[in-house]
């Protein structure tokens, strides 16, 4: 069956830094895109970026775009999230989901904390 499982979340200072990272398994990884979103206390799902299957073309939401890097590696069916100059707005859970944008994810993993505070 088809997993996503989320790692790497925590807490950081503003200006900081933290990686995330998203172990997939149960299907063909090297065929799909992959997206980041999240979900910030009190508000609804944000697409947060996505990437192509072969590692062709990126995406940011303008929120994250210049702070935010996403990559994948398919020969370990693992997609990342590099985030940068952390902001207390980025707080919020961050889920790896199969397919590009909310609209196409069809498979989610079960997230991931980001707490950004001093």
């Known amino acids: 069956q088809v997993q996503l499982v989320e790692s790497g979340g925590g807490l950081a200072q503003p200006g900081g830094s933290l990686s995330l990272s998203c172990a997939a398994s149960g299907f063909t990884f090297s065929r799909y895109a992959m997206s980041w979103a999240r979900q910030a206390p009190g508000n609804g799902l944000e697409w947060v970026s996505g990437i192509y299957s072969d590692n062709s073309d990126t995406h940011y939401a303008d929120s994250v775009k210049g702070r935010f890097t996403i990559s994948r590696d398919n020969a370990k069916d693992t997609v990342y999230l590099h985030m940068y100059n952390l902001k207390p707005e980025d707080t919020a859970l961050y889920y790896c989901?199969?397919?590009?944008?909310?609209?196409?994810?069809?498979?989610w993993g079960q997230g991931t904390q980001v707490t950004v505070s001093s």
């Open positions: 989901t199969r397919g590009f944008g909310l609209d196409q994810a069809d498979y």
